[in-house]
């Protein structure tokens, strides 16, 4: 039978996700678009490959057979694309990294040190953009890559993944007001004096324009331009700060709470820019750096917090973004 590659990479999702239902949101898909492909998958192959239950499904032997399978299938395919559309990229022309401000803060600079050290022949051209913009640019051939929030992505002819959880803490001096607490509101943490980042930040206008025209009245004490000096701020009791947990070195004594407002929940995505029609080589090498990046720092953290990484499932089955 002739496999399409849209619906392995669809399968592939499913798998990881344990749901269907966040298999087709990756591929900006309908649920009975997905479900169909699945049933198709299925009817060619002449076998159930996946096992459907309350809590999501999981593969059966001859689905995890078909996964296996279809990752190499897939890698060998990137690869094709990648060789062949490196010839049409002048080799001294840089490549275009746009990412938000929480990936300018530890991710970016990560991979681009192991990046720019392994290839010395290519240069890299950042700026920070808000995923919107990133979007947009990157739907029209200006940029090869970007680091976008998954919430703010619409555009269903780009492709993407999932890069790492994004999501947001509020931090202050250890031992100080937060001692002792686990959660809070946002409007309990606008009680507080506030130390935040400069108003045209792409996490300030984000926060902002989440919270819309309701937004508690907050006391910024001062406003800084770099997410480091806003955590050092925190840490020395000048005031609470709603930041990235990325953005917090586990090693740095802070009390740090959940942010419990349904908004703080964000994850981050890899995009891929449409300019050559496909990935040459050295963006498809960048965006393993940035992987890379991105799962050593989740790794880390969870490691230092003694966290359960296999726990997580949702009721209906769907676990939350691979953080790498």
Sequence with gaps: MRYDLDDLRLFLHIVREGSITAGARHMHLSL????ARVRSLEHHAGVALLIRGRRGVRPTPAGA?????????????????SAVASYTRSPTAPLTLLVGGSAMHRLVPQALISFLRAHPDTDVAVSESRTPRTVRMLADGEADLGVVLDDETRDGRLRTEPLGDDSLVVIGQAGGILSGRTALTYGEVAEHPLVGLNADSSLRRWIEAHLGPQAPVVRHRTTVANLGVLVA?????VGLAVVPRRAVDPHQPLDICELEDPWARRHQLLAWGVRDSAASTATAALAEHLRNAASAGQVFRRADAGVDTDAGADPDGQRPFPDG
């Design 32 to 35: 009975p678009s997905a479900s």
């Design 65 to 81: 057979t078909l996964a296996r399978h279809a990752r190499d299938v897939l890698s060998r395919t990137a690869r094709l694309e």
């Design 233 to 237: 701020l925190a840490a020395a009791g």
